[in-house]
Each structure stands twice: as structure tokens, then as C-alpha cells.
């Protein structure tokens, strides 16, 4: 006669469940989500695309925002913080040369650019225009712009300078935005030490200086 394991289900461990999302994580998971989609196809992701992206059904996108627009605009918001950037050139010892630190502010703001300038232009490119309010709200240089040019004062340290540091970040970091315009301003883009070479030591050579 054939034999029967028995389990004991009261004894297995039951599962968990995976404590609630508040709005704003919820808000801010969809968001990162929708970022890359967003990189690819502009405005022309659709809201199937980024539930799947997001593993949320398509009715909670609609939930958390009230249509794709107000979505894409909160991605456009997203893309100008800088809290990355910033927390990383803030971790730069101030032991470490100053073309050393000055060249990976230049390096981190020059990807910064690119990475806010991408995601714009794409949604451009597909026919995005943002809601009045929104643009209204943020007229002016981006704040996470703003804090760049700050972190990147920082950088200079106790270096003695011709212009205050604050001067110095933004005369710094308008050659940066310049080497990344590309189309209308030539077609090399320097380096990020080969920008601070020249911002620190001029463009002379030798003698000449």
C-alpha cells in the first residue's frame, strides 16, 4: 500500500508581504522607470510600455499621474537634478590636486549635460511640449544646475584665485557647456583635463604667455 508524506502546512512559513510603497516612492520608482523608455522613444513610449518597465499594472501609472504628459513632465524634472553629481564631487578629498578635482567636476557636469540634453532633445524630436504650468514653474537655470556650479566652487578649495570661486565655477563650467553644444561651435570637443589645463594656465605657450 502506497505511503503518503503529510506536510504540515501550519508549520511552513508563510510569506510576507513586501511593506506598501508610499506616493512619493511609488511616484519616483515609476519615474526611474520610465527614464530609459523615455531616452529611446521620447514621447512616444506608451504607458504599456513603462507599466511593463515599472512590473506595475498600466492603471497604476494613471493612479500616481494623471496622463503620459504630466508622467514625461515629471521625468524632464527628474533628469535636471543633479543629487548624484554633486554628492559625488562632494566626496572628493581636498588632499587631491586641484587639476584632479577640477577634472572630474569637469567630467561630471560634461555628463550631466549630455545626460539632461539627451533626454530633452529626444522629446523634442517626438513632438513633447511641456505643460504651461510646468515650464512656467521652472523658468530660469535649472536648480540642479545650481548646484553643480556651487559644488564645483567648492573644488577649488583654499586655492588662491584672480575671481572669487563662485566666479570661477561658472567661467569654468560655461567652457564646459560650450565643448558640449557640438553643432555650431566646431567640431572638436576637448577633454575634461585638456579644458582645465587651459582654463588654469591659459592658452599661450612658453614664452608667449
Known sequence: MPTHTVVDVSEEPRRRRAPAMSPEDRREAIVQATLPLVVKAGANVT??????AAGIAEGTVFRVFKDKAELLDACVQRALRSDEEVALLEAIPA?????????SGVATFSGYLDRMWGLIGTLRETGYQPHDEEHKKHKGPPIGMQQLTKAVAGLFGDAELRVGHDLAARMLLGAVFTNRMGAGFGE???????????FLHGA??????
Open 95 to 103: 588632499d587631491v590636486p586641484l587639476e584632479e578635482r577640477l577634472t
Open 188 to 198: 572638436t570637443t576637448a577633454e575634461p583635463d585638456a579644458i582645465v589645463e587651459l
Open 204 to 209: 599661450l605657450k612658453g614664452e608667449t604667455r
Open 47 to 52: 504607458t504599456s510600455q513603462i507599466a511593463a
